[in-house]
């Protein structure tokens, strides 16, 4: 009997967004532009086409204006409609996707982790996806990642897939980073993990493959993250829960993005002005226009 696919992502969007200060004082991170579109709709938009149907928002304080943002705005629609401002209405065809949200709240800041464990009683017993939703995956998110890393759990019986991506040494303390087994894996794209640490120093970082935010989890991670001490920084760390989980025997596999599928991450003002420079240079409208620019003030 062939496996029941997976459609359901749980994308946690507590986060403060701290680092993006004064910016996401009263703004979430994963509302911030990033050319035409909010951060979210992208990541919404990439696992949509990877097959997933079912989101389920992990929410915190201040997060209400991704609700709206998913919300069928009937009266936008109707102003638009009655103005005649077709190219308008088709910006707004995301709403009527065939998609279901659901939302939580993590009601203590306690980590990720626990973020994560916040869904559990959603979720049930059922694997997923989880998200992050500042980070959107190749140039507007087309990334086919998900798909693949759901199509390897399947085949492999993995516990879990984790995308990961090469960065420089220095940048290794912003990520968990994977310990790959050296052994074959049996399939060249993928590896399996012998461990995995949270944002290591690059003296004891095991290798510079990151955590890329895109995982696929069987229900059984539920069950490492209530034993999840607090790591690093006082918070519960997935990471650790993962390392739990392969310590305890459990299949957990590492697939690199490709290039073209790289990551851009909205957690720092560094990276979020690059993402938003590429994105808008790639605007099919403007791209041309803003390249010259570019080129001009340089
Ligand atoms: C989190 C995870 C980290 C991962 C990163 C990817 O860190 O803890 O393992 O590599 O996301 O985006 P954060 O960015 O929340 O500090």
Do not use: W
């Not at 928002?57 to 709206?68: D, H, L, M, S």
């Not at 308008?88 to 990720?112: N, P, V």
């Not at 069950?223 to 390392?243: C, F, M, N, S, V």
Request: net charge negative.
């Amino acid at each position: 009997m062939p496996e029941a696919t997976i459609d359901l992502a749980v994308v946690p969007v507590a986060g403060r967004g701290t680092r993006l200060l004064p910016l996401t004082k009263s703004q979430p991170k994963e509302m911030l532009p990033v050319g035409r579109k909010p951060v979210v709709q992208y990541v919404v938009e990439e696992l949509a086409r990877c097959g997933l149907r079912r989101f389920l928002f992990v929410t915190g304080p201040g997060k209400t204006a991704i609700e709206n943002h998913f919300d069928i705005d009937a009266e936008l629609v109707e102003s638009l409609r009655e103005s005649g401002k077709e190219e308008l209405l088709r910006e707004l065809a995301f709403e009527r996707a065939e998609l279901d949200y659901f939302y939580t709240r993590q009601r203590r800041q306690l980590g990720l982790g626990h973020a994560i464990l916040c869904s559990a009683p959603a979720v049930g017993n059922e694997p997923f996806v989880a998200a992050l939703g500042d980070s959107i995956i190749g140039i507007h998110a087309q990334s086919q990642i998900v798909r693949r890393m759901i199509e390897a759990f399947h085949a492999r019986q993995a516990d879990a897939v984790i995308a990961f991506e090469a960065v420089p040494p220095e940048d290794v303390v912003h990520y968990g980073i994977a310990q790959p087994d050296r052994s074959p894996s049996g399939d060249e794209n993928v590896f399996r993990l012998a461990g995995i640490v949270e944002k290591p120093s690059p003296a004891e970082a095991p290798s510079n493959l990151a955590v890329a935010a895109r995982y696929v989890f069987s229900p059984v991670i539920f069950d490492h993250l209530r034993e999840t001490e607090p790591g690093k920084g006082g918070e519960i760390q997935l990471t650790d829960a993962i390392q739990r989980l392969i310590q305890s025997g459990g299949t957990v596999l590492g697939m690199p993005l490709p290039p073209a599928e790289r990551r851009f991450d909205i957690g720092n003002f560094e990276s979020y002005f690059k993402a938003f420079l590429e994105f808008a240079f790639a605007d099919p409208e403007y791209g041309g226009q803003l390249r010259r620019l570019a080129k001009g003030l340089l």
